[in-house]
């Protein structure tokens, strides 16, 4: 689960890393009282959307007056912002942030994330920060320093200093950014989080250290034990899909592809993509219906695949083992009366009652290219997509 700047910086203020002062605001003038209420000449006014990568989508603007912060406002609400990271159609913003504006010194970076490779979440820093830490990672990864948290006390003092040193901050500067750092483990590991990204984490020209950005994420299997973090969630920020799956009790993540998967077992899933693009089409979905989905549940996949615009077919790879081929197939067919499958549907079957659940679909007089193998079905998949574009 994602939240809002905003939100993640209250989390930072609690936790002892230093935010600018700021004040949400939904309307322009609301954002011009903002500005009024921080008292200073320089205020940044900040779209408030999920995705990074705002201020090259025009999402960020430093503003001088209250007239500047009312049209820098009226400029984004209600209107789509787009980022590198939004997808062409933008998401709509809905609040401004206006923050107090800090006279940068220098922006670094620095970021957790589970590094799977330790088994641990790990800090990293760097001295590029600003906008395009991607490209710092793949093109010069040495430029980023890490140190692993230990999950039981976080990160260490020592551990802190020496990132902290390593950045060259001025000495006077050295402790405030290793308490950040600490800080920032220490929120990390109490929420759950699977993300948390300070870019720019700065230094300012009176030598403090502030968090101009803030991101985190958390990982959903632990958001029972975080009551006060559900209550972050923002639904129209979500995949409305997505969103739709989860009450149906479905694993569903929308991707940009045309062939719209429905699987049963995670593992079967993933595999089921990698030969979609081995047979050079583009999945649109990963779904997962797991291993005792009902008929209910392949009804509700159906509808959430079919009301995906880019989906030119379906291909439903299903292995019975838990899963009867034969309950699957009358599955299929409950979903076809209720829902109109206006796309060509292949479908390979494998496992318990095959041949029932062969006979079914080929006696119901529905529409369907039947694969022998997953291979196969990959194949016909491709081929029929790319018939319908
Ligand atoms: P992002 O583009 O979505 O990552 O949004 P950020 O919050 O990181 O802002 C983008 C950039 O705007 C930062 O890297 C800064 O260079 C600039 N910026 C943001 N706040 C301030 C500020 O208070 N003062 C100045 N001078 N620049 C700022
Ligand atoms: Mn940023």
Do not use: W
Request: aromatic share 4%; net charge negative.
């Amino acid at each position: 689960m994602k939240i809002h700047e905003y939100q993640a910086k209250e989390l930072f203020r609690q936790a002892g890393v230093p935010v600018p002062r700021g004040v949400l605001a939904v309307t322009p003038d609301e954002a011009a009282a903002a500005y009024a209420e921080l008292g200073g000449e320089l205020a940044v006014v900040k779209a408030q959307i999920h995705a990074g990568g705002r201020g090259k989508g025009g999402g960020v603007k430093l503003v001088r007056s209250a007239d500047e912060a009312r049209e820098a406002a009226a400029a984004m609400i209600g209107a789509p912002l787009i980022t590198p990271q939004t997808g062409p159609e933008g998401q709509v913003v809905k609040r401004v942030l206006v923050e107090a504006g800090t006279d940068i010194a220098h922006e670094y970076y620095a970021g957790i994330t589970v590094d799977r490779a330790c088994g641990r979440p790990t800090l990293m820093v760097s001295t590029e920060g600003g906008m395009d830490i991607e490209k710092v990672a793949a093109e010069t990864p040495e430029k980023i320093l890490t140190e692993a948290l230990d999950p039981e006390i976080g990160l260490r003092s020592y551990q802190a200093r020496r990132l902290a040193y390593s950045l060259g901050l001025p000495g006077g500067s050295i402790r405030a950014a290793a308490g950040v750092m600490q800080a920032m483990g220490r929120l990390f590991l109490a929420t759950d989080a699977s993300l948390m990204e300070i870019n720019p984490l700065v230094l300012d020209n009176a030598g403090e250290i502030i968090a101009l950005d803030a991101k985190m994420n958390f990982d959903d299997n632990a958001l029972f034990r975080h009551p006060e973090i559900v209550e972050l969630r923002d639904r129209d920020e979500e995949d409305a899909r997505e969103a739709e799956a989860e009450e149906a009790g479905l694993n569903y993540i929308a991707l940009d592809g045309s062939i719209g998967c429905m699987v049963n077992g995670a593992g079967l899933a993933m595999g089921t993509m990698d030969t979609i693009q081995l047979a050079g089409g583009k999945p649109a979905n990963f779904l997962d219906v797991g291993g005792g989905a009902t008929a209910e549940q392949v009804t509700a996949a159906f509808k959430i695949i079919l009301s995906d615009p880019h989906v030119e077919a379906i291909l439903v790879n299903i292995f019975g083992g838990i899963m009867k081929c034969d309950v699957i197939a009358e599955g299929i067919l409950a979903a076809a009366k209720e829902v109109d499958i206006s796309v060509p549907l292949v479908v390979r079957l494998e496992g318990t009652n095959v041949e029932r659940g062969r006979d079914l679909l080929e006696g119901s007089g529905i529409d369907i290219i039947t694969a022998s193998d997953l291979a196969d079905a990959a194949a016909k998949a491709v081929e029929a997509a790319g018939a319908e574009a």
